[in-house]
């Protein structure tokens, strides 16, 4: 794994305002700690060996058919897996497109997979569609293409809840013969410490990747949860058209402010560059004098120093957000 993903508000004082994570910080979930109030009775069983139930769950949601889903503990515990099981699948190489997770290449790297700038033969190429941190967006048809250059193409898609752009859909992935796709509960019911998300792919494959699961590696509480949330609807946001609305208001601000650049982003977070001070600087005075957290993206590959990464909240923390900003560059 990778440290320095953000969201290290421990490091400091009475946070207020998290602009560093990309979950949502303003879900209501108190019917869903109301359920699991009820529901604590799990913990003293073990749970299913495989979610399947769970899965059978998701699929008919999805419209595909139950043997084409994989519940993983989260998305990252995806990316693993299917690093672990890609030789199986006929890769030796791997690409990414940079600035993007991290955890794609350190997956590949370390189940023996071998850098590729070329369109080599036997190469998985890893795509975050929404990208993560840019929040670009490549329609289906550039999916496609992609997939026809690539021996095998897993696209991750944990953000997909959080952009009104075209997308492949998972009833298309399952038709295809060399696309997995990575979907996560975390981000679209923001419950990051339930860790929960699935794959997508054809049978064929997600049997393969079935084949190296731990057995119980998604826990009871986890699986209880992710099946009321999917039952009841629980979003973290209620109105994703005005939210996304409201974070293109925050890029404008952001963008008026002199010495900011600001990457045009299809999804709710956005990443920008500020010239006078670096990332971490800007993120000690906001954390310091603001309490307010963003994320340092120095340590994207492809990115230097200064660019630094928030995701929107609600209308008056946005604000303050802008205001801060520009006090600290002294505008």
């Known amino acids: 794994m990778v440290f320095g993903h953000g969201d290290d508000g421990f490091k400091y004082k009475d946070i207020l305002y ?86 794609y290449e350190d997956a590949s790297i370390k189940s023996g997979l071998l850098p590729t700038t070329e369109n080599e033969d036997h190469t998985v190429c890893w795509l975050c569609n929404p990208n993560n941190p840019d929040g670009f967006v490549y329609n289906p048809d550039e999916v496609n293409r992609l997939a026809a250059t690539y021996h095998m193409l897993v696209v991750d898609q944990s953000y997909a809840f959080f952009t009104e752009e075209s997308l492949m859909l998972p009833s298309q992935c399952v038709t295809e013969k060399n696309i997995i796709q990575i979907h996560s509960l975390t981000k679209k019911y923001a419950v990051p410490g339930l860790r929960i998300g699935y794959i997508v792919a054809n049978s064929e494959i997600v049997q393969r990747l079935r084949a190296y699961m731990q057995p119980w590696a998604v826990n009871a509480l986890a699986i209880s949860a992710a099946s009321f949330l999917i039952q009841h609807r629980c979003y973290c946001v209620k109105d994703i058209s005005a939210y996304l609305s409201e974070a293109r208001r925050l890029e404008r601000a952001l963008a008026r402010i002199e010495g900011l650049q600001v990457k045009p982003s299809s999804t709710h977070f956005m990443l920008v560059r500020a010239e006078q001070l670096t990332a971490a600087e800007l993120k000690e005075q906001l954390a310091l004098h603001y309490k307010m957290l963003i994320r340092d993206a120095s340590n994207f590959a492809g990115l230097d120093s200064h660019w630094f990464r928030i995701a929107a909240q609600d209308r008056p923390e946005n604000d303050l957000l802008v205001k801060a900003v520009r006090d600290c560059l002294g505008i």
Do not use: M, W
């Open 18 to 103: 998290n602009f560093s994570s990309n979950v949502y910080q303003h879900a209501d979930l108190t019917a869903l700690k109301e359920f699991l109030s009820k529901h604590l009775e799990v913990i003293k069983a073990y749970p299913e060996p495989e979610p399947i139930g769970l899965e059978h769950q998701i699929a008919k949601q999805l419209g595909v058919a139950p043997q084409c889903v994989l519940v993983t503990n989260g998305a990252t515990d995806a990316i693993y897996l299917i690093a672990r099981a890609l030789n199986t699948l006929g890769c030796i190489f791997y690409k990414v497109f940079n600035p993007t997770f991290s955890e």
